[in-house]
């Protein structure tokens, strides 16, 4: 069974007038997940060095759960590229699942002067 990274059930500070969740907000999420990730392989200070490409595929609403699921893509002498995909559970009983997006993040280990340092 496949787990997420991490899960958080959206709550109503986060939403925009529309009522959907910030884009934001689900941006900062899916970074926090790569850093965990990016932790697990490696123990080590990370910083974001790229995010590629978010194309969001549906809102998120007040309420819903939302999962971060990761793979790594690839691992560098500095670098961990991840796979973040960010799936939605909705609904009573929350049966509806529905993809939101998914994006490649490039973490980078760095010293404790936020110099590249191998992992």
Same mark, same amino acid.
């Given at each position: 069974?496949?787990?997420?990274?991490?899960?958080v059930v959206m709550l109503p500070?986060?939403?925009?007038?529309l009522g959907h969740i910030f884009g934001g907000v689900i941006l900062s999420y899916l970074d926090l997940a790569a850093g965990v990730h990016a932790q697990q392989i490696a123990p080590h200070k990370y910083v974001t060095k790229v995010l590629r490409e978010v194309d969001f595929i549906a809102p998120v609403?007040?309420?819903d759960t939302v999962s971060y699921? !990761? =793979?790594t893509v690839t691992k560098g002498t500095t670098s961990i590229t991840i796979k973040v995909s960010v799936e939605a559970i909705r609904?009573?009983?929350q049966q509806q699942t529905c993809k939101v !997006? =998914?994006?490649?993040?490039?973490?980078?280990?760095?010293d404790d002067n936020g110099a590249p340092k191998p992992i």
């Open positions: 069974m496949r787990e997420p990274m991490i899960r500070k986060d939403t925009n007038a609403h007040v309420g699921y !990761t =793979e609904g009573i009983g !997006t =998914e994006a490649e993040i490039v973490m980078v280990a760095v």
